[in-house]
Every structure is written in C-alpha cells, then in structure tokens.
C-alpha cells in the first residue's frame, strides 16, 4: 500500500483542477484496500474513492483519504452457449478494456468505446452512448464495504440502474432510498417494511465488474451518425470492429479529448419532460430536439437548450463552453493556469438560469461536485 501525503490531484482529474489531496493511497489488490480501511492513521478521515477522475469537480483540496483505484486485470471468467462472461478489477482503463474485448472476439462493449475512466466507475453512473448503457451488458460487480470491510457482490438488480444513475449515487437515507422500499413488502405485510436496498453513495469501493456479452451479437446502429457511416460506406453488415472504429472518430469529431483540452463529458443530464411540456415548448421553438420514451414522456437533448441560449464559446474565467458542443464545459487554461472548480460551478449556474428562465426547464449537472 502506497500512501502519499498532501499529493497533487490535477493529474488525476479530467478537468486538470489545480487540488490536493490529505492522503492519497494507491489501491493495487484488495490487500491494499483492507489495509488503507483498516489503518488506525488514516481511520479518521472520511474516504473517498477515485477512479479516472473523469465525473469530477473539484472546488477546494480533499481534506479526505483518497483511494485511487489502481488495480489491473482483465479475463473471461465464464462461457455458456449464449454469452461470454468477461472481468475487468476496477482500475483496468475503460477504452483499454473495451478495446481488448472487440480485438479476443467477445463484442457488445463498442458503442461505449472511448468513454474516459476506469472500470470502476461505470456502473456508478451506468455509463451509457450511441444506443448503448452500461446496464445491457452488465453482469455483476465485487464491492467492499468501506465501513465495515465487508466484500458483497451486487446483480443489476440490486444496482438500480437507471439512466447516468444507480444506487452508487444515492445515500443511504436519501429519499430515493426511501422510494425504493419493496413495495410488495409493503403491501404484503400491510406496515413499514425496512428499505429492501439502501443507496450506497460513500459506503463502499467497487473492486471488480463482470460483464454479460451475449454470442448472438447484433450491432447497435440506432445513432444517427451511425445510420450516415452504414449509409455512406455502404457497409451493410458491419462488424464490432467497424462500430468500434465509427464510433472513435464520431467521439473524436463531437468531444474534446480530455487529454488535450479538460473536461469530464456531458455537464448536465439530459432531461424528461411530459408529453404536454414538450409541445409547449415546440410550438414556441420548433427546432427542439427531443426524442419519445416508452413512458409517453420526451427526453430533450440539453446541449440543444443550452446551444440556443447562445452559450457556445461563452466563458466564466478559464472554464468554457465547449465551441463544439454545448453540453461540455472545458477548461481553456491547460494545465499551466487552469480553471478552478469554482469558475465551473459558476458558469454551470449561469446556464441553468438562462435554461430555466428561457424554457422553464432545470438542468441537472451529471458530474459529482466536491
Ligand atoms: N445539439 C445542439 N447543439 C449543441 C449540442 C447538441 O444543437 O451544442 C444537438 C445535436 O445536434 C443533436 C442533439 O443535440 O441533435 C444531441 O446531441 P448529441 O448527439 O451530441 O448527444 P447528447 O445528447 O448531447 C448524449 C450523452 C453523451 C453520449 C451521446 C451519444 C448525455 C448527458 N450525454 O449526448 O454522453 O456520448 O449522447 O450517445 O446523455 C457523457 O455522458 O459524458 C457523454 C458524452
């Protein structure tokens, strides 16, 4: 276990924030990870866990013990006729993984390639584009509890997945929590059922995700821009490499690289509206971009709503709003003076209010704020 104290995390998050972190472990096995949980030192500090720091905001220096996920290595655990089963620790860079899956001939992971972070972090927000979340192809996960150093192992069930949402983003007494009492248990036992599965944001540390590739694999080309590529390389009948390939560059062509210029992705969700609610605002904007759900509800695509309140370019200090995509906020700084948590949370502020003022509609941030 390798234990740093007062480290500089703007290595360590997307946006380059300048931060510090009290304590930094570098979290190698799981040995090391019962050994940080269960060190008298670092008892008393409250623990935060750290993937590729690609959902992050950092406003001020962690006075906390971060552990940095670290641990490698990846397998195919397990095979029946209808699907692979494939592992990934928690500090097995996403793309890297996804990449390698597609190259062993084991496909279904290609529309979510070049997605920064580390597969620890996906099922936190159950990572999800071009047609594809992380919720379909999921399997299981290997947690541990951070209190009580417990190992459990969680279905997609018990993730609540949802969508940029699982029980890894709700606390254990947050009203979701409460929401998700067993509503049979309820019913059947006519009283207060304790909560069937309680949130578990900050209580635990994902140390391994297994996923469920099926053999019988038919390529997601729902996208638009996967349409257009099909159409336009007349490939009728693409392989997981090919989509894999399409769907880096239509990344490299819309987002920036995180590597180049800071950013953590999409800034906000993009949000549900009623039926009723999107065509009032239709017939005030008639270019509004929206797309029906199944529940009869319309889910708008933000970085429309946010494009035409005219915040492409627009920028608060050294945090921007990506030229290309308005949904992104960057930092124009680099890493020699870059942006500071506050300047983002400033600017993301500002379009909520000229979002809600103009279309009555509240944009959620996706990222956590620390
Ligand atoms: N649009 C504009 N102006 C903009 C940006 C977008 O008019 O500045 C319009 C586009 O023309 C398009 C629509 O909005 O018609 C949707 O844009 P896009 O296809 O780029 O997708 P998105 O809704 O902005 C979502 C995910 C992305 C994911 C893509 C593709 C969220 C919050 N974001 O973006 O996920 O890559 O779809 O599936 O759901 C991420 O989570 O970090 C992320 C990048």
Redesign the pocket.
Known sequence: MMVEHNQSLQSYNSFGILARAQILVRVRSEDDLRRALSDLSLQALPKFVLGGG??LVLTGDLKACVLKMESLGRALVAEDDRAYYVQAEAGENWHDFVAWTVEQGWPGLE?LAM??GTVGATPV?N?????VELQDRFHELDAIHLETGESFTLNAAQCAFG??DSVFKHGPLSHWGELKRGSEELSNKGQKAEPAFMGLAGQSVITRVRFRLPKKWVPVLD???LQRRVKELGVNHPSARDVFDWVCE??RE??PDPKVIGN???????PTVSEEQCKDIIAREP?L?HYALHDGNY?L????L???CG??GKSVGQAA??E?????LVNKGGRESPCTGGEVMTLARAIQTSVYERFGIRLEP?PLVL
Not at 127 to 131: E, K
Not at 264 to 270: D, E, L, P, T
């Open positions: 690609s959902n529309n997605i920064p927000q990572i999800g584009a071009y047609g969508y940029r996208y638009q821009d239509i990344r819309k987002l953590v992705g999409s800034f906000f969700k993009n270019s971009v889910k695509a933000a970085g429309w946010i494009d035409a915040w492409k709003v990506y290309k995509q308005a949904l992104v996706e």
